[in-house]
């Protein structure tokens, strides 16, 4: 791939050949000829839509043909290295949906004291197997913890211990 500047030394990459099918401008069959592949390039870019690089172009040089960034986008989120392959699909998420992921992996990864077995309740640091029937016991006697601090009122929890999970922990 190649680009160049205009008079006004603003850069530009040229853009591929297109049929028409239906309505619709698709990109030539010519790609496979040339050198070329074809990269579906959506999400927070300006111009989302189907763009032919060549065959040794990385992420950034799809990105810069779909009109670049829009203001929304995480543009750290994705590798701008990356090499292309001929059919990928390049989505660039808004800082909103990443956020979203994150705190949606984050909560995946705690721990519901309410529903979680021995096993699970094991993985805590401090919680032994002892520990953790005990909590099933007092889950079974006393009912669904209201509060992540109602795990306290286990007989062996203390304060200590609790501080120690209760970034890890969660009660739905």
Do not use: H
Not at 7 to 27: H, K
Not at 93 to 100: A, K
């Amino acid at each position: 791939m190649f680009a160049g500047c205009t008079e006004e030394d603003e850069w530009y990459f040229p853009a591929f050949e297109t049929e028409t099918t239906e309505g619709m401008e698709v990109p030539s069959e010519a790609g496979d000829k040339t050198g070329k592949i074809l990269i579906y390039v959506c999400g927070a870019v300006e111009e989302p839509g189907v763009v032919e690089v060549g065959k040794d172009a990385r992420v950034v040089e799809a990105i810069a043909l779909a009109g670049g960034f829009t203001e929304e986008a995480d543009e750290t989120y994705i590798n701008l290295a990356a090499k292309l392959q001929d059919g990928e699909k390049i989505y660039v998420p808004t800082i909103t949906e990443v956020s979203r992921w994150e705190a949606e992996e984050s909560m995946e990864k705690l721990i519901d004291i309410n529903i979680a077995s021995i096993e699970v309740l094991c993985k805590l640091p401090g919680i032994g197997e002892s520990k953790a029937m005990d909590i099933i016991t007092y889950r079974e006697k006393e009912g669904s913890f209201q509060k992540k601090e109602d795990l306290m009122k286990v007989p062996g929890i203390k304060e200590n211990l609790y501080e120690k999970i209760e970034d890890k922990i969660i009660v739905k």
